[in-house]
């Protein structure tokens, strides 16, 4: 029995670290989260410059910066004259950046151009 005990005790350190990373997936690991925060990695763009250089629908893009914003990832900038408004990455959202070149690292070490199967 303490066999069991043991093992269930190692399952549950070893799960410890990957919850960490579950979550962080969890937050930031949609596909168009992740093609948002890696756009606003070059800088500040307003909607429209986001619309277009992700492809997303304003619908999809509205949805994705709203919980972007409450996960503080991403900030809102109004401007009055001309009426604008811009997005950037917060202090929080830019700390992903050296994650994102780490993936992108990986996948071409990794995996194969154009397969999306992998």
């Known amino acids: 029995?303490?066999?069991?005990?043991d093992?269930?005790?190692?399952?549950?350190?070893?799960?410890?670290g990957a919850c960490s990373v579950v979550r962080a997936v969890?937050?930031?690991?949609?596909?168009?989260?992740?093609i948002v925060l890696y756009d606003l990695a070059d800088g500040e763009k307003r909607f429209n410059e986001l619309k277009r250089s992700t492809g997303a629908s304003s619908r999809t893009l509205s949805r994705v910066l709203d919980d972007?914003?409450?996960a503080e990832l991403v900030a809102r900038r109004v401007e009055d004259k001309p009426i604008a408004t811009?997005?950037?990455?917060?202090?929080?959202?830019?700390a992903?950046?050296?994650?994102?070149?780490?993936?992108?690292?990986?996948?071409e070490e990794w995996?194969?151009?154009?397969?999306?199967s992998a």
């Open 96 to 107: 992903l950046c050296p994650v994102f070149s780490e993936l992108e690292s990986w996948s």
């Open 7 to 16: 093992d269930t005790e190692t399952v549950e350190s070893k799960n410890e």
């Open 26 to 34: 969890e937050r930031i690991g949609s596909e168009w989260r992740l």
């Open 1 to 5: 029995m303490s066999s069991t005990v």
């Open 111 to 116: 995996l194969p151009p154009g397969d999306e």
């Open 68 to 70: 972007l914003g409450e």
């Open 86 to 94: 811009y997005y950037s990455l917060t202090e929080k959202g830019q």
